[in-house]
């Protein structure tokens, strides 16, 4: 396989356990966070954005979130994108 072939996107999501989620506001909205979207960029770091649910139920906007610089937040974020990367190593083609 040629080394020159462009993926142009690289990205997982990962569900926050439960002693993790947070709230934040949003246009005067509550939402709890329940998912991170985790993205491989160009050079090789990782970008990460929270999605979560309206505290007062109902779908909500899809609108994203900042995560809060926390070492286990962090920790879930390295540990997700390196078994992300042993799943995607392993595959078994299309099936």
């Not at 329940?34 to 899809?62: I, M, Q, W």
């Amino acid at each position: 396989m040629s080394s020159d072939l462009e993926v142009s996107a690289l990205a997982i999501n990962v569900v926050i356990p439960e002693a993790l989620r947070w709230t934040d506001t949003r246009r005067d909205e509550a939402f709890t966070l329940t998912t991170l979207n985790v993205r491989l960029l160009p050079d090789g770091h990782l970008a990460v954005k929270a999605y979560g649910r309206p505290v007062g139920g109902g779908r909500g906007a899809y609108v994203s979130f900042p995560v809060p610089d926390k070492p286990e937040l962090a920790a879930l974020v390295s540990d997700a994108a390196s078994r992300a990367g042993e799943l995607w190593a392993a595959h078994r083609g299309l099936g």
